[in-house]
């Protein structure tokens, strides 16, 4: 079965820092690109970070300058390190993943994570 698994979220003051990270794991056959999104109460889902193949990336103008994501192909694992948390980072954080994989060999699908709740107190 293949699944996006993430970890590392929780309850944090305002200022801190949390890092989340996101496994791949199953028959994979190639990642093309990761992706952070979160999703706040009573709003719409929206792209956090965003990484490429070969590196590059792009960030919510919201989290510029505060988050960095970074990824490592040898583990299957994107990570986002989030610096300087406001409460207004509150939501709810899913990782996202363009997959080869066993269910689909030929072509890249979209796949998921469960999410984890990041809380930033005031």
């Known amino acids: 079965q293949v699944q996006l698994v993430e970890s590392g979220g929780g309850l944090v003051q305002a200022g801190g820092s949390l890092r989340l990270s996101c496994a791949a794991s199953?028959?994979?056959?190639?990642?093309?690109?990761m992706g952070w999104y979160r999703q706040a109460p009573g709003k719409q889902r929206e792209l956090v970070a965003h990484i490429t193949s070969d590196g590059s990336t792009n960030y919510a103008d919201s989290v510029k300058g505060r988050f960095a994501i970074s990824r490592d192909n040898a583990k299957n694992t994107v990570y986002l390190q989030m610096n300087a948390l406001k409460p207004e980072d509150t939501a709810i954080y899913s990782c996202?993943?363009?997959?080869?994989?066993?269910?689909?060999?030929?072509?890249?699908?979209?796949?998921w994570g469960q999410g984890t709740q990041v809380t930033v107190s005031s």
């Open positions: 199953g028959i994979i056959f190639s990642i093309n690109a």
């Open positions: 996202n993943a363009e997959m080869k994989t066993i269910h689909s060999r030929w072509q890249y699908f979209d796949y």
